[in-house]
């Protein structure tokens, strides 16, 4: 008997769905809830079923939720790869959607990584981090908003605002620093993640930001288990362009990365050669050699991801060796 396959549209109130047999095909729209989900997947529940659907954020939560009491093939599909697979297609609604979803995974099942559940500390790092981060933007864009106020100086407003403005980034910081005790807690209360940010730490330029980051995105070193991945999905590993001997560019790194934890490495890498260490004498020593210096501090953000890996992986913590090769 061959596998059910149900393709999933998420949306933040409805499911659009398509079953797929060897018979037919037939689609269905349910609220998205605990209850409604858990309805509709109970008839499929002593059947061989492969369940997809499209990662978008937080509307898959109650999916996930109700997943975790069935015995389901799940696999969650990047948007990005799955608009790639198209091709050249024609119409775009949440039922063709689904189907497509569907047949992506009917296609690709063997080349996908399955779904698993999440543990709870991990999620709630994850909110946490996802909350802190939307503060930051906001209190970014009430910084910028200040160099304007001064252009409202002639009509009387600009002493209001700016005080109103002032009181908003206050109330703003006060946020972050709830969130970041919270964060804080969950490391305090797990042993495994608590090491894991203590070794991580260890390493040049990596500090709280960027450890909660990179535990968060790998889910505990679980998800992502190789160094050379993680780069791939940060986006600091270049990547050649050639077709025969007339099309051909220097390698550059892609602009499908994460940009989130591409930042946060940035920062950690400016971080690591200010200070004295191999990573400071690397940057310095190739940027007198005439290297350009983003492709050098590029190669810093490489290997400080390979660092905090092999630091995982040999659980000791990081020796500065201060060579120069």
Known sequence: MKNIIIGIDVSSKTLDICVKNEKEVTYFIIENTLKEIKKFLRPFDKTKTVLAMENTGRYNWNLYDSLESFDFKVYVINPLHLSKSLGLVRGKNDKIDAYRIALYIEKNEKETRPW???RKSIKKLKILITERTSRIKIKRVLLKQQHDYRLMKRIGLDKQLLKLNKQMIKKIDEQIGVLEKQIEL???ENQ???KQAELIRSVPGVG???TW???AKTEGFTKITEPRKMACYAGVVPFEHQSGSSI???PKVSFYADKSIKNVL?????SAIRLENELGIYYRRK???GKNKMSVLNAVRNKIIHRIFAVIRNQTFYQNRLVTS
């Open 116 to 118: 698993k559940p999440t």
């Open 287 to 289: 940027v007198s050699e």
């Open 266 to 270: 940035h920062l950690g890498a400016l």
């Open 213 to 215: 980051v990179m535990i």
């Open 208 to 210: 709280k930001v960027l």
């Open 192 to 194: 495994e993640l608590k």
């Open 248 to 250: 051909f560019r220097k």
């Open 186 to 188: 969950i490391f305090k």
